[in-house]
């Protein structure tokens, strides 16, 4: 069983910062690719950022340059600072990891005031 608990999550005004942390435990080996994706309402979820095990980023158009992704292989963790937030970004955020299938965190909610 794989269980993965986010954190970070919160109201913050545009142009300010949060931290996302996502914490995986359980039957892990080996934890290949991690990363964010969020879901607006009445839009599709959509990949935020990617980040592989030997550390590999890949990110949104939309966050490039301003958000960051970063892992802890030891801690199974893996993190999103946020910066410049813009009221655009408001959403639910879902942390997931790949081992032999994707595993989905709960989703923490973010929201950015103008």
């Known amino acids: 069983q794989v269980q993965l608990v986010e954190s970070g999550g919160g109201l913050v005004q545009a142009g300010g910062s949060l931290r996302l942390s996502c914490a995986a435990s359980?039957?892990?080996?080996?934890?290949?690719?991690m990363g964010w994706y969020r879901q607006a309402p009445g839009k599709q979820r959509e990949l935020v950022a990617g980040?592989?095990?030997?550390?590999?980023?890949n990110y949104a158009d939309s966050v490039k340059g301003r958000f960051t992704i970063s892992r802890d292989n030891a801690q199974n963790t893996v993190y999103l600072q946020m910066n410049s937030l813009k009221p655009e970004d408001t959403a639910i955020y879902y942390c997931?990891?790949?081992?032999?299938?994707?595993?989905w965190g709960q989703g923490t909610q973010v929201t950015v005031s103008s």
């Open positions: 997931y990891i790949d081992i032999r299938r994707t595993y």
């Open positions: 980040i592989t095990r030997r550390g590999i980023t």
């Open positions: 359980g039957s892990i080996f080996s934890i290949n690719a």
